[in-house]
């Protein structure tokens, strides 16, 4: 599924996205500034977020209350060995049976479930969006 999308569009974005997700781990890849804090935003609030969702580049990790449920929000963008992400106890998340939407993937690779959705995002040269949902790892646009 690809969707091309501006910010006015966002919260139909996410809703279609949750609807399309097979699994409830989602990996967002793109570049800087391509949109990702600002789905997984709208993905926490379109789940009945209790608070917005913000980066956690710091922390690496966040979680929000949701309807009935829990969203782990990660960012790997700072993680240089896969061991940091074990030491906060990564796969504990991942099996979790709650939402996990993780920033920057590709940095913790091997620990990935193989069942996970992925994104892929892109700006346009019009400064809109474009997202290809996947439901298998390694996506390329």
Do not use: C
């Not at 966040?62 to 782990?72: A, C, R």
């Not at 709650?98 to 959705?117: G, R, T, V």
């Amino acid at each position: 599924m690809i969707i091309t999308y501006n910010i006015n569009d966002l919260s139909a974005t996410a809703k279609k996205v949750l609807e399309q997700m097979h699994s409830k781990t989602l990996l967002l890849y793109g570049d800087m500034g391509s949109g990702k804090t600002t789905l997984v935003k709208a993905l926490v609030s379109e789940l009945g977020g209790e608070k917005e969702a913000s980066s956690p580049t710091f922390s690496i990790v966040n979680e929000y209350k949701v309807e009935n449920d829990k969203v782990y929000h990660f960012d790997m963008y700072r993680i240089e060995d896969e061991t940091e992400a074990l030491d906060i106890g990564i796969e504990e998340y991942l099996y979790s049976n709650h939402y996990n939407f993780i920033e920057w993937p590709e940095n913790i690779k091997s620990l990935l479930p193989q069942d996970a959705d992925s994104i892929y995002l892109s700006i346009n040269q019009n400064g809109s969006r474009s997202l290809k949902l996947d439901h298998s790892l390694n996506l390329t646009l």
